[in-house]
């Protein structure tokens, strides 16, 4: 303790760490952060398609149904029905709208699990759409291509 001395000096504390650049810890959480909301945001956005499809889809039946309650054109009525069938059809397989006749109705019948396509109301979609004057039950039928692609529908994700 020499008072002619060098005097001392008190402690140095260090600076507060800088928030930036952040630990590379928090690089990593930050990514995983952000993957996960792009891929919430990827799901959302596959949903909202799905939906907007399935209430096109049903918005063209509910057409199709009021045209046909307005007008008595059968053919016209078989041949947009089939071409709705054919279209919804991929969703199930790629190659379902290239099927014809007997096969076409099997088709669709192996998706209700039952035959009325084939032997019921959804037979006359096999040469009805062709011919000048067919016999339709028409809300049959409609209510039967309803059930079909509510089947379709749900069983792609696309809940009705």
Do not use: K
């Amino acid at each position: 303790m020499n008072p002619t001395g060098p005097e001392l000096r008190d402690i140095h504390v260090p600076a507060d760490p800088s928030w930036w650049p952040p630990a590379p810890g928090w690089w990593l959480l930050a990514t995983i952060v952000i993957a996960v909301l792009a891929l919430l945001i990827l799901r959302l956005r596959q949903r909202m398609q799905r939906r907007q499809w399935r209430q096109r889809v049903i918005a063209e039946l509910d057409r199709i149904a009021t045209d046909a309650s307005l007008r008595e054109d059968p053919p016209r009525l078989l041949g947009e029905l089939s071409q709705l069938l054919r279209r919804s059809a991929r969703l199930v397989d790629v190659a379902a709208p290239g099927f014809r006749g007997t096969d076409w109705l099997a088709f669709l019948d192996q998706q209700l699990g039952g035959d009325e396509f084939s032997r019921g109301p959804g037979r006359v979609l096999l040469d009805g759409p062709y011919q000048r004057r067919a016999s339709v039950d028409a809300d049959a039928l409609l209510a039967l291509v309803r059930r079909w692609l509510t089947r379709v529908l749900e069983d792609r994700g696309t809940h009705v």
